[in-house]
């Protein structure tokens, strides 16, 4: 090891900040795009299309594992990432048109139901040395792990007290 570069990282993290790598949550979407365009890499797309990419399908195309490199004052190993540049090489408006279908599909997929419920929950009240909890019993939309009240409010599913009565039907 070549020594700390104060208590954050080490010396070879140092350099490899300066060579154009860096951990994944460090990459932002105009960093990856910068990236891209002062790059000597020979694009087969248009810089229009990647912009139309998300930042998580950016990472996941156009980076690659480069090395690693003790960061912290406990030494932890951290993964540093760098271009891809022969994927970027061979990637075409086409590939990237396909990239975007299979992103919005995705979401699809992803988007939780909304159900009508009868639920029963806690609402506090009092003071902290003298709590008070008394039962509501709402009808809401459940949404994923979200309760959402009548009065545009919410409540997490999985809090203590929570329980499904039973589903209203519409």
């Known amino acids: 090891m070549s020594g700390y570069y104060g ?13 154009g790598e860096r951990p994944l949550s460090r990459w932002r979407k105009s960093d990856i795009l910068e ?18 990419l998300p930042v998580k ?18 030494y932890n ?6 271009l891809d540049e022969e994927y970027i090489g061979n990637l075409t408006d086409e590939k990237i048109e396909k990239l975007l279908k299979e ?23 009092g003071s902290r040395k ?13 949404k994923g792990q979200w309760f959402y009240r009548q009065d545009g409010s919410k409540k997490k599913t999985s809090a203590n007290g929570f329980r499904f009565i039973e589903k209203v039907s519409v």
């Open 77 to 82: 190993q951290t993964d540093f990432y760098a």
């Open 35 to 52: 990236a891209i365009s002062v790059s000597e890499i020979e694009l087969k797309c248009s810089i229009s299309k990647l912009q139309k």
């Open 130 to 142: 003298h709590p008070k909890a008394t039962e509501l019993v709402e009808e809401g939309i459940v």
């Open 57 to 74: 399908v950016l990472k996941e195309v156009c980076l690659t594992r480069s090395s690693w490199h003790h960061t912290s004052n406990y």
């Open 103 to 125: 992103c919005k599909s995705e979401e699809k997929r992803r988007e939780p139901a909304e159900e009508r419920w009868k639920c029963a929950f806690l609402e506090w009240s």
């Open 7 to 19: 208590y954050s990282m080490s010396n070879n993290a140092v350099e490899a900040y300066e060579n």
